[in-house]
């Protein structure tokens, strides 16, 4: 099964580069909107688990983690916590009580986290407690108007517990219940609005195809995502990564 895994994905990655030059995971987008927030700043990074981004990006871990200047990382997940081999400054905590003290942080970050959110409005005005006068909040989500999330969000627990782990080979316990309540620029903005957030930047990116694991179908999601490359196309891409500032 792993040789048949490889092999796919050398099918995919030369048919990614020949459809969507340039393509990557929305990860990276996630990074370097992070990484240009953090040299020199108090961050926190809220529902950090136990990596800030994807596993396969170690080195960007260790970069952003250098380049501020003390490293947060809170999560109700204690064994994910403890196997954080990034983050040394952990907290045990819920995001919407925040064991930080007002304006105590700089940065405030949150990776595949939103979709989680059953109150987002708390957590957002917890964020916008502890954060600095003119500190960012900057997150990356799902995009609920995606055709991937409309069908996840529209299929149980269980199955899609299964087809995660087919598709990606993400552990059952790395895999949580999803509300999608900030999940759509509109909700983005309004939520902020009502928090008393700027939106400074709102980015709705593709990332790399879901179904590499069907072979030549991955072809037709390709098609697709090339098809939302045009502005156009932007409302459905996968992800959104944002920015929000707390005003001064």
């Given at each position: 099964m792993d040789s048949l895994r490889k092999l796919l994905y050398r099918f995919y990655w030369k048919a990614e580069s020949a459809i969507v030059p340039g393509l990557t995971s929305s990860q990276y987008c996630y990074y370097k909107k992070l990484r240009s927030l953090l040299p020199g700043k108090v961050w926190l990074d809220l529902g950090c688990g136990h990596q800030v981004f994807a596993q396969w990006m170690g080195k960007e871990q260790a970069e952003v983690i250098a380049?501020?200047?003390i490293a947060y990382g809170l999560d109700l997940d204690w064994e994910a916590l403890k196997a954080h081999k990034g983050i040394s400054h952990k907290a045990f905590g819920d995001l919407v009580s925040l064991p930080f003290?007002?304006?105590s942080v700089e940065v405030v970050s949150a990776n595949m986290v939103a979709e989680h959110l059953s109150s987002p409005d708390r957590v957002l005005h917890e964020i916008h407690r502890v954060l600095k006068p003119n500190g960012a909040f900057v997150f990356h989500t799902p995009n609920y108007w995606n055709w991937a999330i409309q069908l996840a969000s529209r299929v149980s627990d269980g199955l899609k517990r299964?087809?995660?782990?087919?598709?990606e080979r993400r552990c059952e316990e790395d895999v949580f219940p999803t509300q999608y309540r900030m999940n759509t620029e509109a909700t983005i903005r309004q939520l902020a609005a009502d928090t008393n957030f700027a939106v400074e930047d709102v980015t709705m990116v593709?990332?790399?195809a879901l179904t590499v694991m069907l072979g030549p179908l991955v072809l037709g999601e390709l098609l697709y995502i090339r098809y939302l490359q045009r502005p156009?196309?932007?409302k459905f891409r996968s992800n959104v990564v944002a920015i929000l500032?707390?005003?001064t």
């Amino acid at each position: 099964m792993d040789s048949l895994r490889k092999l796919l994905y050398r099918f995919y990655w030369k048919a990614e580069s020949a459809i969507v030059p340039g393509l990557t995971s929305s990860q990276y987008c996630y990074y370097k909107k992070l990484r240009s927030l953090l040299p020199g700043k108090v961050w926190l990074d809220l529902g950090c688990g136990h990596q800030v981004f994807a596993q396969w990006m170690g080195k960007e871990q260790a970069e952003v983690i250098a380049s501020s200047a003390i490293a947060y990382g809170l999560d109700l997940d204690w064994e994910a916590l403890k196997a954080h081999k990034g983050i040394s400054h952990k907290a045990f905590g819920d995001l919407v009580s925040l064991p930080f003290k007002d304006d105590s942080v700089e940065v405030v970050s949150a990776n595949m986290v939103a979709e989680h959110l059953s109150s987002p409005d708390r957590v957002l005005h917890e964020i916008h407690r502890v954060l600095k006068p003119n500190g960012a909040f900057v997150f990356h989500t799902p995009n609920y108007w995606n055709w991937a999330i409309q069908l996840a969000s529209r299929v149980s627990d269980g199955l899609k517990r299964k087809l995660i782990w087919f598709f990606e080979r993400r552990c059952e316990e790395d895999v949580f219940p999803t509300q999608y309540r900030m999940n759509t620029e509109a909700t983005i903005r309004q939520l902020a609005a009502d928090t008393n957030f700027a939106v400074e930047d709102v980015t709705m990116v593709s990332t790399s195809a879901l179904t590499v694991m069907l072979g030549p179908l991955v072809l037709g999601e390709l098609l697709y995502i090339r098809y939302l490359q045009r502005p156009s196309g932007a409302k459905f891409r996968s992800n959104v990564v944002a920015i929000l500032r707390k005003h001064t």
